[in-house]
């Protein structure tokens, strides 16, 4: 049982958008704390995608966004690519510990 | 450019010990923290603990309390994670990750920006 809920799984047409939703509580996400975004690529290591709510590493396209409000946050996806195809992860601060939501796969159709 | 290394893939026996090493480049080892990650086969992410570069604190979570010891060596920029008393449910990829977000003993939503290639740790008799 992770302590961040996510959708176990999404899909989405090439093009097309999608999001990903974290719901926390009022000790994680809700006490103020940031959330971030992870891609598991099949076989690879995760790769932060989006870290403080909202704001893209360098080379991570702005195809990717995040928000935050209240309780949960959103990763949403637009024009979808095949190559998105992947796990997403969403990850917070709790009582001194980092937490994981328990994934999402991302198909693309 | 940021890279962390990390040690190859170990076969174990219940009860039996293991050591995974992370050697740090391209950045000053000591200004950040490394959290450890670990994946089951077909499963989700789960943090493990962190540990100050800086200074040797850690943190770890709960339900690996008493089993596992995380410790760097600053002279070679490698972290080490060392998981006691293994069980057939510890076999995972073990990740290192660079663990941004803490500083002078307070840590500010951490996240992980850098990761190393995973090291496959798999527990069987």
């Known amino acids: 049982q992770s302590v961040l809920t996510q959708p176990p799984s999404v899909s989405g047409a090439p093009g097309q958008r999608v999001t990903i939703s974290c719901t926390g509580s009022?000790?994680?996400?809700?006490?103020?704390?940031?959330v971030h975004w992870y891609q598991q690529l099949p076989g690879t290591a995760p790769k932060l995608l989006i870290y403080g709510n909202s704001n893209r590493p360098s080379g991570v396209p702005d195809r990717f966004s995040g928000s935050k409000s209240g309780t949960s946050a959103s990763l949403a996806i637009t024009g979808l690519q095949a190559e998105d195809e992947a796990d997403y992860y969403c990850?917070?601060?709790?009582?001194?510990?980092?937490?994981f939501g328990g994934g999402t796969k991302l198909t693309v159709l | 450019q940021v890279q962390l290394v990390q040690s190859g893939a170990e076969v174990k026996k219940p009860g039996a010990s293991v050591k995974v090493s992370c050697k740090a480049s391209g950045y000053t080892f000591t200004s950040y923290g490394i959290s450890w990650v670990r994946q089951a086969p077909g499963q989700g992410l789960e943090w493990m603990g962190w540990?100050?570069?800086?200074?040797?604190?850690?943190n770890y979570a709960q339900k690996l309390q008493g089993r596992v010891t995380m410790t760097t060596d600053t002279s070679t920029s490698t972290a080490y994670m060392e998981l006691r008393s293994l069980r057939s449910d510890d076999t995972a990829v073990y990740y290192c990750?660079?663990?941004?977000?803490?500083?002078?003993?307070?840590?500010?939503?951490?996240?992980?920006?850098?990761w190393g290639q995973g090291t496959l740790v798999t527990v069987s008799s």
């Open positions: 990750a660079r663990d941004v977000g803490c500083s002078g003993g307070s840590c500010y939503s951490p996240y992980f920006d850098y």
């Open positions: 540990i100050s570069a800086y200074n040797g604190n850690t």
């Open positions: 990850q917070s601060y709790d009582s001194s510990l980092r937490v």
């Open positions: 009022s000790s994680n996400i809700g006490a103020g704390y940031d």
